[in-house]
């Protein structure tokens, strides 16, 4: 049971507090990053008993890398997730514009940051459209992007034509995305950023003064210390190999500005409010179709960028790129994230751990030696878990919402 | 039809269903255009082109479903569409004020005298009553001048219902002018200063709470009370 509290108690604290009650939070079934984060240390624990490799400065390097294509399209499903949609397109579309990226670059010589740039116009405009067509049409964005996984899947496989195999690539540019690390004086220099970083919000916890009890506070430090925390330790592991990949960074780069985006910003409340009651946020005055729209738009064009990426890894293109499991894994790791299907619920960094599970689980099977057979079977069974876990943690929240009554 | 409400006071809008109430509330809260008429506020003719257009001219909706965002915390469903943005520096403007929101925030509940557990706790985690509280904050927060609640008791069980004739009176206390459509003969003697009464959207009768039983309005609702003074 929370204390119940006279509002005029609460006056004068200040804002690194706005979230408070996150603890209690935790009781009442809003489970945030727990399980996603207890995921992670599970499966880092059993693939590291299961194979000593797994956990080496190499591998992690390797497992940073295989992490691009699919953390940056889980970002992007997870956007349209918020606000109750789905986007089942996000791989075909990824292929389509890895085509239009190649084609440009290797056929028409045009320079790799322009045709990766249209690349990522062209993913904005097909996201713009399956947006339309939801919200003028009304259609389920269910069925609107899964016809929309169709449509680019043959897109793709037109524009590949009659190639047998591969379209190569060698754009400087494109090609070093995915193979470039950070000098070891880069790091450095990153690690100082982040502590001076730490530093600056750790004296603003400090100034709050007299306020929280020293429980919250502690909280408030350990929060804070967490992410400079990981930071660091993930940039020493990756530094004992080859240094960190600048992928990798791209990739907590877009998950920081989608963070911004979502939960410091009007736009963000607009989003979860579109998820959680599109009527309410209909009279509040908010444009909820073009909040709709703009998310489709948003989602594909991250889709397109994941298959740059997955061109950069390749060196080049097939009628395959974005296919297979891709668009299942990302919307998994949205959900194994936190993320809820219904609409409303979730966070950006949970769609990144979210990813980085299913990435290890890949990478941990691969160096088993299982195939890919048995990889598809244990991702289902995570998102299995993952979905029990909400529904767990949603009747717990349906429950402690009653009791407060 | 005539209607005229004034600051600080309760009225009370009854009549069957189908009698034109919720047309009069949704013209009044910009839903809707009508077709005839028009609406006065502060003595000035004022078109309500929009929900939105409405709230802006002081006249907030308190609707039956409150139009809550359930997983949004209490802050984020009072300032809805209309949050509060840093000031200071160029590209703080973009981001959320949540110092000034919550501060805000606590102001309300503070006027309305209202217990909310916790200001970040997501609505989901709300009472019926407490929910009531926070779609009757909004008013505050924003400064309305007329506030429409539209069945605010319907749900509600007899405590809940006690606290929420206890906001609407104090919201009646800051000077507002309360628009109360119901059903419910306990909040209309609770509550109204004046009762009118709608019929196939025509105004029927005009009571004074004081002065009449709930027979009395029972009957003018139904329309049995002329059928009664003419045998």
Known sequence: MMARTEPSQQSGRQSLLADEGMLSRLQHGELGFVPVILALVVVFLVFHFANPYFLTPRNMSNLTLQLGVLGIMA????????????????????????VVLVLLSAKLGVPGLLAAFSAIVAGAAIGWIHGKCVTLIGAPSFIVTLT???????????????????????????????STFLPGWASLALIAAILIAAGVKFRRIW??????????????????????????????????HAGVPVLLLMLVTLALLLTILTEHTPFGTHIFAVGGNAEAARRAGIN????????????????????????????????????GNLILDAIAAAVIGGTSLFGGRGRIIGSLLGALVIGSVSNGLDLLGQTANVKSIITGLILLAAVSVDM???????????AGA | MGLSLHAGSVLALLGD?????????????????????????????????????ASQCGIETVYQDLALCENLNVIQNLFLGREKRQTRGLLRRLFLDRNAMREEAERAFAVLGSRIPSLTSPVSALSGGQRQAVAIARAIVWRSRLVMLDEPTAALGVEQTANVHRLIRRLRDQGVAVLLVTHNM??????????????????????????????????????????????
């Open chain 2, 17 to 53: 269903n189908g009698a034109g109430k919720s047309t009069l509330v949704k013209i009044v809260s910009g839903v809707h255009m009508p077709d005839a008429g028009g609406v006065r506020f502060d003595g000035a003719r004022v078109e309500l082109r929009s929900p939105r257009h």
């Open chain 2, 186 to 231: 306990v909040d209309v003697f609770a509550l109204a200063n004046r009762l009118v009464v709608l019929r196939r959207g025509r105004h029927i009768a005009e009571m004074d709470p004081g002065t009449c039983t709930p027979d009395d309005v029972v009957g003018a609702i139904t329309g049995s009370a002329y059928a009664e003074t003419a045998t």
């Open chain 1, 148 to 178: 929309g996984l169709l449509v680019w899947q043959g897109v793709q496989r037109m524009l590949v034509g009659n190639q047998i195999g591969q379209m190569l690539i060698n754009d400087p540019l494109i090609t070093s995305i995915a």
């Open chain 1, 288 to 323: 909820v179709a073009g909040i709709r729209v703009m998310l489709f738009s948003m989602c594909s064009a991250l889709a397109a960028l994941s298959g740059i990426v997955a061109v950069s890894r390749q060196y080049a293109v097939d009628s395959n790129t974005g296919g």
């Open chain 1, 207 to 240: 100034r709050v003064g007299t306020g929280p009890e020293m429980a919250t506070r502690m909280y408030y430090f350990g929060q804070a210390a967490l992410y400079p925390a990981l930071a660091i330790v993930i940039f020493i592991v990756l530094s004992q």
């Open chain 1, 75 to 98: 970002l992007g499903v997870s956007l349209v997730l918020f606000i109750g949609e789905i986007d089942l397109s996000a791989g075909s579309v990824s292929g389509a514009c890895a």
């Open chain 1, 392 to 402: 767990i943690a949603r009747k717990r929240r349906i429950q402690s919402g009653t």
